[in-house]
């Protein structure tokens, strides 16, 4: 809901409006943003803001509107034509709390219809020539004021000049109309930080009036998060302007003058939002506490160190979540807690069984509720303090969701569904799985899970029992939600972008726990000590991956034009440095005398992401630096996260050292993505990232790709991995399940998927038997367990409904465990890459066959190429012309430059063509 929050309203009037001054406006007001300048504004720029209307232009749809408000704007400001086409009828297009409606003092009858019916605000335009110091700008304010009821209710009232001609506007402005429960719209180019124009401080400040003899205002300091208290201070205009134009919390101490919240214990604060209360003599700070770097500094506000309020301790969520924080960090070794935040099975079986638990509390029993409520907030805040996510992302994430207008149907995901045969993943209306469970997995089943001994079954379907919706929605992915992890992601990167190596190493420290005091090491990183460490076999193993890895990318490298380098012999050994292979060119004689040529040259600077810390990934560094070695690109940075103790996996090295990285990046998530895009003091910027990783990383790979800051592109999109295997009759029942749990054992979110070719019932049991018994027995079997849960099996009547279903899925991995293999494969249109026979599992593509396991996901397949050589290398084009060929080709080029009207093109030939004719 809108409510009157500040004496000025800006109107970006222009798409290049000044970082510094959008930080300012959104700690204080929101921003009017026309319809047309939304997509300019950057996602930093946007970030900056605390909220914001979109001032729609008259071509818009209601289905773009909803759009906007689902993107997170508060309000969609209407004119008053287009009030009946989106407002009017028994299901309006638009909510009406979510709509502003702009109109002149002579349009505003509908007013009252729509204000009574909860529209959330108005923008009246007053009458050319009248200013509004007069009497009637005061009539017509305060009539809009008075339909609105903005006295009772906040709903706002903003006030527009008309016209070029309107007069510059002043201070004094925006504090009448503040007077009069309204708010005056001013263009961002007519706003300043100084004296330039019209001061934005001065004018926000502009209606507080103090009723003390000293002319402070009292200000309440809340935290960002629950808006829990924190204390009671004072302000000054001085000290406001300040803290409006620092981002710090700077106060107005009573005895010392001004207090800069922090300035010498480093505890400081950011400040969030300013708003004054609804009589302009109060203030409320919403801030964010940053703990200090000194011994005597906290991470409270009030002067004694062991409060973080100066109204007692924290209660509630918020003393919960600072108590899960601090056991988080000193829970003694081996006790529960400490179990909690390092047994991710434990944890996940803990959240499962509190929510059943709290399902089946009575309703009568409301304490039994509550008790069970408490429960399931305890782990699941534990596991948000695990991840690093605090109340107040899950607060960011709410808003988030709460600002949609258009909303999913709601049902409950298939295997959380409470009937059997309701809601299932193939939709509702009938589709029976064929295994005797049921994919809308009854409550006996959800806590099954948690029971070693319960079978561990995918959901299976014949294909012609259903429907095409069913289908269609058997082929879907889960949806990805980015937008709550990208508002994680961006401060993150703005950090690293603006702080550079010291920010690199504060989230070291907070996310993988590691204190280091450098973030890059150059080579040589494979030193004898570091090698005394790898195991013989899993050297061995790296070499021969590495050589057939090579051997296979550098057959795909182009020198010219369609021509590869040639191949790695036999025996494996890699070729030298390839000197002189990128002269090669394609070169066409398109028509006499015109010759078009066509060169590869490397990418100059590349990032490789390698995941790490707890986990030991030498595959995924070959599978990305071998590629950018053979392109031959000068500078390789390989990012990894190291290990708690400062330490990264001796195998990684091995490789690093192998493909010739020029530096090594000792970081991880989002702040290596924004050390690989924008550079540091130490680490190289690079053109383009590779690599796989978490939600964190995707996320900060696709915001700095369309960073135009960054100039940098990114491999391909990225989901959770993925397997299809199409198997028949004569498929091995353990090769097949064992296929399948390759996948699944990457995480609870691998989608899993088989096609029986007209397998018997008998066939799909001992595959069902093999699956349950072989996930029982690997370590990972809990999470092995929550992805087989949603995975699905459907049995097509032949091998042509098998592609076709493989096809329109497009998976990143497909495996064909089944008769004539290789025929089969040529029908494969849409596929990362194609396991083919059973003597080819999945994992050797992963580690060491020689193809590359950076795949893409999520059905991109329809679109995207897995990584290879060519992803590390573009392409140039050139031409050359001979006189003759400037007088065969010039006057067709003449004739089109003049048609498209572009005459400097044209007078570009003709002076040649004239000086050739001259010549003669």
């Known amino acids: 809901m809108l409510t009157l929050s500040s004496p000025v309203l800006p109107l970006l009037d222009a798409p290049d409006v000044k970082a510094e001054l959008l930080a300012v406006i959104g700690r204080a007001a929101p921003l009017l943003i026309p319809s047309s300048l939304v997509s300019s504004l950057s996602a930093e720029k946007l970030s900056l803001l605390s909220s914001y209307l979109v001032q729609a232009d008259a071509s818009i749809s209601s289905s773009q509107a909803a759009d906007l408000l689902d993107g997170g704007a508060d309000a969609i400001v209407l004119s008053a034509n287009d009030a009946s086409t989106f407002l009017d009828g028994e299901q309006p297009l638009l909510p009406l709390e979510r709509v502003v409606l702009s109109l002149d003092s002579t349009t505003a009858a509908s007013l009252p219809a729509y204000a009574e019916k909860g529209l959330a605000g108005v923008i009246v335009t007053l009458p050319e020539g009248v200013a509004i110091e007069s009497s009637q700008a005061g009539d017509i304010v305060g009539s809009f004021a008075s339909v609105m009821k903005t006295k009772d209710t906040g709903r706002p009232v903003y006030v527009a000049q008309q016209g070029a001609a309107a007069p510059t506007p002043k201070t004094s402005d925006a504090a009448r109309l503040f007077s009069l429960q309204s708010s005056l719209i001013v263009p961002t180019s007519q706003l300043s930080l100084d004296s330039s124009r019209l001061d934005f401080v001065d004018a926000f400040l502009s209606p507080l009036q103090s009723d003390r003899k000293d002319g402070l205002f009292p200000t309440n300091v809340v935290a960002a998060a629950l808006l829990t208290s924190l204390g009671l201070v004072y302000s000054s205009r001085e000290s406001l302007r300040e803290s409006l134009l620092t981002g710090s919390a700077v106060y107005q101490s009573r005895t010392r003058g001004l207090w800069r919240k922090g300035a010498s214990s480093g505890a400081t604060q950011e400040v969030v939002r300013i708003r004054m209360d609804c009589d302009a003599d109060a203030l409320e700070f919403k801030v964010r506490q940053r703990k200090g770097t000194t011994s005597a500094a906290h991470a409270g506000f009030c002067h004694q160190s062991t409060k973080e309020s100066c109204f007692g301790p924290l209660e509630g969520l918020a003393k919960l979540e600072a108590t899960l924080k601090s056991r988080k960090e000193s829970a003694p070794k081996g006790s529960y807690t400490a179990r909690i935040f390092s047994d991710e099975a434990l944890l996940a079986a803990k959240i499962r069984e509190e929510a059943t638990e709290l399902v089946d509390a009575k309703d009568e029993d409301k304490e039994h509720v509550a008790f069970e409520a408490a429960d399931l907030l305890y782990f699941a805040l534990a596991r948000c303090v695990r991840a690093g996510v605090s109340l107040e992302d899950v607060e960011r994430s709410l808003d988030v969701k709460a600002k949609k207008v258009t909303r999913r149907k709601g049902d409950a995901k298939p295997q959380f569904t409470t009937a059997p045969g309701a809601a299932q993943k193939a939709d509702a209306a009938g589709a029976k799985p064929v295994n005797g469970t049921t994919a809308a997995a009854p409550p006996a089943a959800v806590a099954a899970s948690s029971d070693p001994n319960a079978p561990i079954l995918m959901q299976s379907y014949i294909y012609e029992d259903l429907s095409t919706e069913q289908r269609a929605a058997l082929l879907k992915r889960p949806a990805i939600k980015t ?183 000792c970081a991880g998530g989002a702040q290596a993505v924004g050390a690989m895009a924008y550079g540091t003091e130490s680490c190289p910027k690079v053109d383009k990232i590779f690599g796989p990783g978490n939600q964190f990383v995707t996320a900060a790979k696709m915001l700095v790709q369309n960073d135009v800051d960054a100039l940098v592109s990114i491999d391909m999109p990225a989901g959770p991995s993925e397997v299809l295997v199409i198997a028949d009759e004569q498929s091995n029942p353990d090769f097949v399940a064992s296929d399948l749990l390759s996948q699944a054992e990457h995480g609870p979110d691998s989608q899993v998927v088989l096609v029986g070719i007209a397998l018997t019932k008998a066939k799909l049991q001992a595959i069902e038997a093999s699956l349950d018994k072989q996930a029982k027995a690997l370590p990972r079997c809990e999470i092995v367990r929550r992805a087989i849960e949603k995975s699905v099996t459907v049995v097509v009547p032949d091998a042509a409904k098998a592609l076709e279903w493989s096809n329109a899925y497009a998976p990143e991995h497909l495996i064909l465990q089944c008769s004539n293999p290789e025929v089969i494969a040529k029908g494969v249109l849409n596929a990362g890459s194609v396991f083919i026979g059973p003597w080819t599992p999945e994992s050797v593509g992963d580690y060491a066959s020689g193809s590359n396991h950076s795949l893409p996901t999520f059905g991109y397949a329809r679109q995207f190429s897995g990584v290879s050589t060519g992803s590390f290398q573009k392409h140039i084009t050139a031409q050359s012309l001979t006189e003759e060929g400037l007088k065969g080709l010039g006057p067709h080029v003449v004739a089109l430059a003049e048609c498209e009207g572009l005459e400097a093109h044209a007078e570009a030939v003709r002076i040649r063509l004239a000086q050739l004719k001259g010549g003669k």
């Open 483 to 665: 937008e709550a992890t990208m508002e994680l992601v961006r401060p993150i990167l703005k950090s690293v972008k603006e702080r550079g190596d010291a920010a690199v190493l504060e989230l070291t420290a907070k996310f993988d726990r590691a204190q280091l005091t450098s973030t890059v090491r150059r080579a040589p990183y494979a030193t004898p000590d570091v090698m005394a460490k790898i195991k013989p076999e899993v050297k061995t193993a790296i070499d021969r991956a590495y050589a057939n890895i090579y051997k296979f990318h550098h057959a795909q490298k182009v020198t010219g034009g369609n021509k590869p380098a040639s191949a790695v012999g036999a025996s494996g050994v890699a070729p030298g440095t390839g000197e002189g292979e990128d002269d090669a060119v394609l070169e066409v004689e398109t028509m006499p005398g015109v010759v078009c040529r066509r060169f590869a040259r490397p990418i100059q600077r590349v990032g490789l992401y390698v995941p790490g810390g707890t986990a030991v990934l030498p595959s995924t560094a070959l599978m990305l630096g071998i590629p950018a070695q053979i392109a031959g690109c000068p500078t390789i940075v390989l990012a990894t996260p190291p290990r708690p103790d400062g330490s990264i996996a001796p195998e990684v090295l091995y490789v690093a050292d192998k493909v010739g990285a020029t530096a090594l990046l």
